[in-house]
């Protein structure tokens, strides 16, 4: 059964750090495209950072340039997203996906949906 497990969401203070994990299982890790993703309180899903089944990662969010990197172990089938310097505007849920091979940029593109992570960032 194919599943992708966010964790390592919760409460930190604004300049503060988190790392996310997603973990992966019932597929091919490491033919896929990581995606991370967030949807903000009242806002739509915006497509954050992904990795693509090479390594190289594309910036999908200008707002985390600088401040978050995207990363993957394919010996643990998890993806991570490093978070410093959070600000209060990056509070949302986070979720991860799976695309096959490369970020397309494009949601629809997602095979795989994680059930999502939160994070409150305050001031």
């Known amino acids: 059964q194919v599943q992708l497990v966010e964790s390592g969401g919760g409460l930190v203070q604004a300049g503060g750090s988190l790392r996310l994990s997603c973990a992966a299982s019932?597929?091919?890790?490491?033919?896929?495209?990581i995606g991370w993703f967030r949807r903000a309180p009242g806002k739509e899903l915006e497509g954050v950072l992904c990795i693509s089944s090479s390594g190289g990662s594309t910036n999908y969010a200008g707002s985390v340039k600088g401040r978050f990197t995207i990363s993957r172990d394919n010996a643990k089938n998890t993806a991570y997203l490093q978070m410093n310097d959070l600000k209060t505007e990056d509070t949302a849920v986070y979720y991860c996906?799976?695309?096959?091979?490369?970020?397309?940029?494009?949601?629809?593109?997602?095979?795989?949906w994680g059930q999502g992570t939160r994070v409150t960032v305050s001031s």
């Open positions: 019932g597929f091919t890790f490491d033919d896929y495209a």
């Open positions: 996906a799976a695309e096959v091979d490369y970020c397309s940029g494009y949601t629809h593109e997602y095979h795989y």
